[in-house]
């Protein structure tokens, strides 16, 4: 059987713009599609706050991939350390029968910025698998059968993670998902209150909810769930999969709270760009994975290069002070944000955030904003769950004259749709 490859042979004449375009062409022929429409552009390469594409235009990058490049992109230090793994192995370990040293690197990382009683982790690859991991360790803890979610929640799209995602034409062509999930209004104690009982066996909560806008709770949420887990003796989840490895200004955004998590899922930042997840939780409470033993499985987590990847991307927060530059210069483009808001209050209605997660919120339909944006050259994104809110999570490496470049940008364009 012959295979036809099509597309142009190495030695093609084709322009810049021709091959940008062949490949335009083949990946919505060949890849499963989610979105309709035509791609934006073709990537060509990513460093640091910058994004090029296929034809050499340069973007700066306001978006880190949803959430991955903390460190900016193609970081030297994790390239180096990538390539120094995989020349050395990428995969060699069989399900629990050998040790694996980068593993055991960037799990001491993970519970040091988790701080006690963090001592362990179960390494995997998405967000989802995180997540679901951490659904099945707290019901088999608890022996209880029940979640407790939140409205504009988003835990990802694999069975169980979507059954806590709250958004409903996204679950309902799949069920029967898990059987008892109740989501309250997020930020509601009191309907929480009325949420959480005996059967609970844990409660899923963003600390700062990503794809339901950028939303920062009331001081007293997290550590009020905290309390009602505590009488309901269920377990808390503190999905970070968005918001850990730095982004809030903090390790993890429940940091910037009186509370302490029983579970910690965080993914997307943590491979510095390779696919790395971990449920943060104790040994004793993972000893429940070995009764009986391979309870809970998987060949990819926790790859060796990813491992190598997520140690030198950690480092490169703690040696280039990376959260106190975030909690800095967020607060530089809040308060640049919010003079764009006084200057146009009928179309640029909120500013919220922490550190570099941030979102502003406006009165019109934001795609055209976003749009606009990126012909100006500036790479910015709206959230899953909320419309008219523009997301802005940019590298933790942005400079404040990087900022301010964005926000001259952000200023030209709202002028545009006043006029
Ligand atoms: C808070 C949160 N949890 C979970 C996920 C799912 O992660 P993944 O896409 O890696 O499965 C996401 C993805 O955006 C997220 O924002």
Request: proline share 6%; hydrophobic share 45%.
């Amino acid at each position: 059987m012959t295979t036809d490859i099509t597309g142009p042979a190495p030695t093609s004449t084709l322009t810049a713009h021709e091959v940008a375009e062949d490949y335009r062409d083949r990946f919505v022929q060949r890849l499963s599609q989610n979105v309709p429409g035509r791609k934006e552009f073709v990537i060509g390469s990513a460093s640091g706050c910058t994004v090029t594409d296929a034809e050499g235009r340069t973007y700066l990058d306001m978006t880190s991939g949803i959430g991955v490049a903390n460190v900016g992109h193609c970081h030297p230090k994790v390239v180096a350390a990538v390539q120094e793994q995989v020349a050395r192995y990428a995969h060699v370990n069989v399900y629990g029968r050998f040790v694996v040293p980068e593993q055991v690197e960037v799990v001491d990382r993970l519970v040091a910025a988790a701080g006690p009683p963090f001592d362990a982790a179960y390494l995997l690859s998405t967000g989802a698998e995180a997540n679901e991991a951490a659904l099945k360790l707290t019901r088999k803890l608890t022996g209880r059968p029940k979640f407790v979610a939140f409205e504009r929640a988003y835990h990802g799209r694999s069975f169980g993670a979507l059954s806590v995602s709250w958004r409903e034409e996204w679950r309902r062509p799949f069920e029967p998902l898990l059987p008892e999930v109740e989501f309250v209004p997020y930020d509601d104690l009191a309907a929480a209150a009325r949420a959480v009982d005996g059967r609970t066996a844990a409660v899923i909560v963003e600390p700062i909810q990503g794809e339901g806008g950028i939303r920062v709770p009331s001081d007293d949420f997290l550590p009020g769930l905290r309390r009602l887990c505590d009488d309901a003796g269920a377990l808390l989840v503190v999905d970070e999969v968005q918001g850990g490895m730095g982004r809030s200004g903090r390790w993890f955004a429940h940091q910037h709270w009186d509370v302490r998590p029983d579970v910690i899922t965080t993914a997307k930042a943590t491979g510095g760009g390779l696919p790395l997840a971990a449920v943060l939780a104790t040994a004793e409470m993972f000893a429940t994975f070995s009764d009986p033993p391979l309870s809970h499985l998987t060949t990819m987590g926790g790859n060796p290069v990813a491992c190598a990847a997520g140690v030198a991307a950690y480092d490169v927060i703690v040696e280039e002070g990376l959260l106190a530059h975030a909690t800095e210069v967020g607060e530089h483009l809040r308060a640049g944000l919010r003079a764009l808001g006084e200057q146009h209050p009928d179309l640029l209605v909120d500013v919220r955030g922490k550190g570099l997660w941030c979102a502003f919120e406006v009165s019109v339909d934001a795609n055209p904003l976003v749009a606009r944006m990126q012909e100006l050259g500036v790479l910015v994104g709206s959230v899953l769950n909320q419309a008219g809110t523009v997301r802005i999570m940019p590298p933790l490496v942005i400079t404040r004259a990087q900022v301010d470049h964005f926000l001259d940008v952000l200023a030209t364009v709202l002028g545009e749709s006043t006029a």
